[in-house]
């Protein structure tokens, strides 16, 4: 069963062309990660999904039923927002339950479902604060609660850890992965940052100017990039791309090779000269440049690098990747 | 304040140009509350000097009492301000969050249509608006004042609160259409509360001018029930004669009640100005 289907979906706002014929299949319990630089739609696209814009063609199924002009509230879905949009005159527990009220449900259902979100949340201290009261973490919990109690069929996600810290970021990384496993429930989550995409994801849609670039599972991803734009966007420190007849090959090609795929040798084929290095303690990446190309290296461990000083790095041929002109990949 | 940054004679220069300009200010309200105190005769004699025992009278304030119904006339005036200022809020409000929330052809025209009452005097149109009131029969009635103030005060509201209405958080109204609620109460229960201070300074900046307005009740509505106290205090201003002790006392009592709503909306006024300024 599919949970949701989007067939050839355009949108535009007046001639700006947002979306253009998007074609995306959510399966059941799958947790499905959009991501892409700003501006590249996603955001849009999950409001298209949520109801909050009209599409201007195409179809919207959830669960197999078209939505194309069915209000938010009564598609199934709950949506977590990056600004975590708490109602600002209501506690955390009148936040949780207004929906439900909304719905009619009944006052047992409702205490119920609060109690067993607040828990899985580890909410219940705050239950009788007003989010203004809240820290940040506490904030983007109330607010995925509040989707919680829901119960609905997908969840939506936009960039919700982006307002955290980086500690925070990753505790609710985890948090939102083990939510997945508990509910058992659909979530399409949007995102900018490649790590949460990553970790996250069962599948990747990759977006750019409101097309889809690929879709597939990480390591898929990761492994056999479609296109040099799928290729740099994924992976940190991001892939090194220069002319291919630096390394002799065909001049018309690009030439793409992963930072962890590069070593220091003392005959490697190619020869750099090191601008900066970070010493990260675990990897070190050294950043040098290859006659007028910058390239970085990830080397595991710790390297006696100084910045202005000549290296040579080795690379598995297997393990290179070629890009035509116009960046769709070749070999 | 950032305490680097506030120098003692800085802080003293500032005080004193606030001070001055306070008494500057304050200066013509002083002259009508202490002049409505005194006798005719010392009220010319020496204007800006205290009333004292040889001096103080309440004069004006019998001459108020007794001449004209002066309670009616505060009744309509607060009954004017009131409702024009309630319709002002509400459908600048509405108006307001049409524009800046839904995109429909002619939004900006709508707009700018809406703004352009500001840099209008309505007064232009009082004989239209004369020919309008007794066509409908509206003429020596409130309802008339009560229109015209609302007309008034809307292109103004409009343009501030649409202003404030779009930084109002996209993602709060989409939660809660998400959640199920309807746009009616998005707009009353989301989003009004967050644009408060704003609704406060449109109240203000449109309350003391219909309160102290001459020009519409005279033409309006000039009957002996329904004039508005700035009206009516004008009875004491002859063509030869002026009652100069009523027409003070008369101006010192208008303005408590604008004293006592300014008070109310000031705190919010202040967040009202200055937000946006600071975050």
């Known amino acids: 069963m599919t949970a949701l289907t989007l067939k050839n979906v355009n949108k535009s706002f007046g001639t700006v062309e947002v979306l253009k014929d998007i074609n995306i299949e959510v399966d059941e319990g799958e947790f499905v990660v959009f991501v892409g630089p700003s501006g590249c739609g996603k955001s849009t696209l999950l409001r298209v999904i949520a109801g909050l814009e009209d599409v201007t063609s195409g179809e919207v199924r959830i669960d197999g039923e078209i939505m194309n002009l069915t209000p938010p509230s009564k598609r199934g879905i709950a949506m977590v927002f990056q600004s975590y949009a708490l109602y600002p005159h209501l506690n955390v527990r009148k936040n949780m339950s207004l929906a439900l009220k909304q719905e009619g449900q009944s006052k047992k259902v409702i205490e119920e479902r609060v109690a067993k979100a607040s828990k899985m949340l580890n909410l219940e201290p705050y239950l009788d604060r007003y989010p203004s009261e809240l820290s940040g973490g506490q904030r983007q919990r109330v607010a995925i609660g509040r989707a919680i109690v829901r119960e609905p069929k997908l969840f939506l996600f936009d960039e919700p850890l982006s307002n955290l810290d980086a500690a925070l970021r990753m505790n609710t990384r985890l948090e939102i992965a083990n939510l997945h496993q508990q509910l058992d429930a659909s979530m399409i989550y949007v995102t900018h940052d490649q790590t949460e995409a990553m970790t996250l994801a069962d599948k990747i849609v990759v977006l750019r100017d409101g097309r889809v670039e690929q879709v597939g599972n990480p390591m898929e991803l990761y492994n056999n990039p479609a296109n040099q734009f799928v290729a740099g966007f994924l992976g940190s420190p991001s892939m090194n791309f220069f002319p291919a007849d630096l390394i002799g090959d065909n001049a018309e090609l690009t030439t793409g090779i992963r930072p962890e795929d590069l070593y220091l040798a003392d005959e490697g084929p190619i020869s750099a000269r090191v601008t900066h290095v970070e010493h990260l303690g675990g990897d070190t990446n050294v950043v040098a440049m290859m006659q007028d190309h910058q390239i970085t290296a990830r080397l595991f461990g710790q390297h006696e690098v100084a910045a202005g000083q000549p290296v040579r790095f080795g690379y598995n041929p297997d393990r290179t990747y070629s890009f035509d002109q116009k960046g769709a990949r070749v070999a | ?279």
């Open chain 2, 1 to 279: 304040m950032n305490k680097a940054r506030s120098n003692p004679l800085n802080t003293v220069a500032m005080h004193c140009v606030l001070i001055l300009y306070t008494l500057i200010a304050l200066f013509p309200v002083f002259v009508i509350i202490i002049n409505s105190f005194k006798s005719r005769r010392a009220i010319f004699r020496e204007p800006l000097a205290l009333p004292d025992a040889e001096s103080f009278s309440m004069i004006g304030y019998q001459t108020v009492m007794k001449q004209g119904d002066f309670f009616l006339y505060f009744q309509n005036s607060l009954i004017v301000t009131v409702v024009s200022l309630a319709f002002i809020l509400l459908f600048g409000a509405m108006a307001a969050f049409a524009l800046s929330e839904y995109r429909f052809k002619g939004n900006t025209l709508m707009g700018l249509y809406l703004a352009l009452g500001i840099m209008i005097p309505i007064r232009i149109g009082t004989v239209a608006i004369l020919e309008l009131m007794v066509a409908t029969g509206l003429v020596n009635t409130l309802w008339a004042l009560i229109l015209v103030y609302t007309a008034q005060g809307l292109p103004l509201a409009v343009f501030i609160l649409s202003e404030f209405m779009r930084q109002v958080s996209d993602d709060l109204k989409n939660a809660g259409r998400v959640d199920g609620l309807s746009e009616y109460t998005i707009f009353f229960r989301l989003v009004l509360p967050l644009v408060r201070p704003a609704m406060a300074t449109v109240a203000v900046f449109n309350m003391i001018p219909i309160w102290n307005d001459l020009w519409f009740p005279l033409i309006l509505a000039p009957a002996e029930e329904t004039k508005t106290l700035t009206l009516g205090s004008q009875v004491f201003i002859g063509q030869f004669v002026t009652d100069w002790n009523a027409v003070l006392s008369a101006l010192s009592m208008a303005i408590l009640p604008v004293l006592v709503l300014y008070v109310i909306f000031s705190r919010q006024l202040i967040r009202g100005i200055t937000s946006g300024a600071v975050k």
